[in-house]
């Protein structure tokens, strides 16, 4: 096998697996399409033509990512909201990067009224910036996968650490948030997905990071990490979202997700069924 490492959606990919160029050339450009409809740092992506104008997004991811968020609105009251992009953008996290703050914005509340879709399209009746930072690049990471399944033998899709793998297990390090060069704990993933988040990374300003809580436009204080298993990337990234508020961990239970979080304050928390080692002592056990 071979590892491939490229860059796209401002992250660094590696997949290993016997590749050819045919299924190089598949990839790139899937992964390009995927980005000119969802990227909000494109002025000439679809998302972006929404934020202007309203009108329509002809995509069939629409229907996969807004059903789960219309489910991660649900289960965290609202801190999960897809036109949250308006709120980074408040607080320097544009399309320019100029990571110069001001006011804090929430997003919009009645979301699920101005953006509607059904399998093939979104549509915004008024003008809206989506974000779909919180289960996107699993969708993606889902996509590409889906796409190399013609590919024989073992297959590894990592987009920066959310990953999904086929055949033999990946000894993964869980990086701790406070200490890059550290671990809390490792997993064996097989035959599945591994997606993580967390508050250092993405972060500028003063305490300022891409973590948001829709229904304020702020930062989330409470939790620094967290992690997420499921045989899709986009449920293990979702659910990993979820887990920074309220209601997350009631979520990774209904959709059968296994998880572990770090608090700001070094507390670690786990699922029963977290299949992993943890390094802390006594980890909770929700």
């Known amino acids: 096998m071979t590892i491939w490492r490229f860059d796209a959606i401002g992250t660094r990919w590696e997949i290993e697996g016997d590749l050819d160029s045919g299924d190089r050339a598949a990839v790139s450009d899937l992964i390009e399409r995927f980005d000119r ?122 987009a920066g650490g959310d990953m999904r793998v086929r055949g033999a297990a990946v000894r993964t390090a869980l990086e701790h948030p406070f200490d890059a060069t550290k671990a809390i704990g490792v997993v064996e993933l097989q035959n599945g997905a591994l997606c993580g988040s967390a508050t250092n990374r993405r972060a500028w300003g003063d305490g300022l990071h891409h973590v948001l809580d829709a229904r304020t436009g702020q930062p989330v204080r409470t939790w620094a990490a967290t992690w997420a298993l499921d045989a899709e990337a986009m449920r293990a990234d979702a659910v990993a979202t979820a887990l920074f508020f309220e209601g997350g961990p009631e979520l990774a239970a209904d959709w059968g997700v296994d998880w572990v979080r770090m608090s700001t304050d070094g507390k670690v928390e786990r699922s029963e069924g977290w299949p992993g080692e943890l390094f802390l002592a006594r980890p909770r056990v929700s």
């Open 37 to 158: 409809d969802w990227s909000r740092f494109r002025a000439d992506s679809a998302v972006s033509r929404l934020a202007t104008a309203g009108g329509v997004l002809e995509s069939a991811d629409a229907a996969p990512m807004l059903d789960a968020y219309r489910a991660l609105s649900g289960a965290t009251g609202g801190a999960v909201n897809p036109l949250v992009g308006a709120s980074l953008e408040a607080l320097g996290y544009d399309a320019a990067y100029t990571l110069t703050s001001g006011a804090a914005v929430a997003a919009r509340d009645d979301w699920s009224e101005v953006i509607s879709w059904s399998a093939q399209r979104a549509t915004a009746s008024a003008p809206a910036l989506i974000d779909v930072g919180a289960l996107g690049k699993g969708r993606l990471v889902d996509l590409v996968f889906a796409a190399l399944d013609g590919v024989s033998g073992d297959l590894v899709v990592d």
